[in-house]
């Protein structure tokens, strides 16, 4: 599901911008036939005169503008599944634009949003089905275009992060015939979106991310960590068991999520895949084996797609930073 804005589009050549709180992760890429060949990437922070060098990227890549993906998360955007009133699908969206706000905390008239009905199917005999809405205020969405446009650039659609890694899972990973969870460790905060019979069942932001994390990292080592390169040099001092103790509130919340799932749908989640910048540290893997209690694995996206292996092995050092972005091109 993406919301779409209303332009022009070409599927075979692609620039997917993900829109973080720290850094732009962006991808240019091109589609022949089923496969896939990421061209070029930038990771840029968001300090300074970025869109100067977010123009210049997008500009040696001779695409127009309705390549463009923009992908977006955080407190200003929602995924929800809902138990919804059975009606007719024209009916959905006009109930919803009268009564967003008791799903989700804006109105129809601060909001952007989509859905999908996922279970209709007509032998079911129940007054309601399952509703996935897919929201984000327009103020946030409009303040990101501005500066989009100031760099000579119009997303054509725009999506959201669980919606961009679930629709990468479902295309290339196996399905296992129970619940997945997609762990995204990002910077500000995390976010843990469960997938089941091709379908999102939860997903919900966690406000822990990486920059709590190596905050507490660099008070409890005495030294600056102040990103994911001082996280790699710091990499001898991080043990288990400090993990543990700075990562204990992430693993909380990520428990609390399953175990919500698990009482209300009676759906018990036995695989993790792990993405996001924090995947860089050796050992999280094992640290949220431990503290979750299910099977955790690299989200590992850059195998289904081609690229020259000089952008290849760069990739490889930063993939849980591009998987977004990467995803996003689908």
């Known amino acids: ?6 332009f022009l589009y070409s599927p075979f050549k692609k620039i997917s911008i993900d829109w973080g709180s720290s850094a732009l992760k962006v991808v240019s890429a091109y589609k022949f036939k089923d496969s896939y060949f990421i061209t070029d990437f930038l990771y840029q922070g968001l300090q300074g005169n970025f869109s100067e060098v977010l123009s210049k990227f997008c500009r040696g890549k001779s695409f127009l503008s309705p390549d463009i993906i923009l992908s977006l998360d955080g407190p200003s955007t929602l995924v929800r599944v809902v138990d919804f009133p059975r009606m007719d ?5 006009q109930s919803l634009n009268y009564e967003l706000s008791k799903y989700i905390p804006f109105s129809a008239e601060e909001a952007y949003f989509d859905f999908s009905i996922l279970n209709n199917a007509e032998k079911t ?3 309601s089905f399952k509703l996935l809405i897919v929201s984000v205020r327009k103020d946030f969405v409009e303040e990101k275009i501005r500066i989009l446009e100031e760099a000579g650039l119009i997303p054509l659609k725009i999506t959201l992060s669980p919606i961009s890694l679930s629709n990468a899972f479902l295309k290339f990973f196996p399905q296992e015939g129970y619940p997945v969870g997609l762990l995204d460790l990002g910077y500000s905060s995390s976010l843990i979106t469960v997938v089941y019979n091709n379908n999102i069942h939860l997903s919900r932001q966690i406000k822990k991310g990486a920059r709590d994390i190596l905050e507490s990292l660099s008070n409890i080592l005495g030294k600056p960590i102040r990103n994911f390169k ?6 001898k001092d991080i043990s288990l068991e400090l993990l543990s103790e700075v990562c204990s509130d992430l693993i909380e919340e990520v428990k609390l999520s399953l175990d919500y799932l698990e009482t209300k749908e ?3 989640v036995k695989k993790i895949y792990s993405t996001g910048g924090l ?3 050796k050992g999280i893997e094992e640290f949220l084996v431990r503290g979750l209690g299910v099977e955790v694995f690299p989200f590992n996206l850059l195998k289904y797609f081609k690229c020259k292996d000089s952008i290849k092995k760069d990739l490889e050092e930063l993939e849980g930073n591009f998987s977004v972005a990467i995803s996003s091109l689908l």
Not at 89 to 93: C, D, G
């Open 125 to 127: 005999k129940s007054e």
């Open 279 to 281: 995947t860089v540290c």
């Open 89 to 93: 699908k024209k009916m959905v969206r």
């Open 230 to 235: 001082d996280l790699v040099a710091s990499q």
């Open 266 to 268: 009676n759906l018990a």
């Open 1 to 6: 599901m993406r919301l779409n804005l209303p």
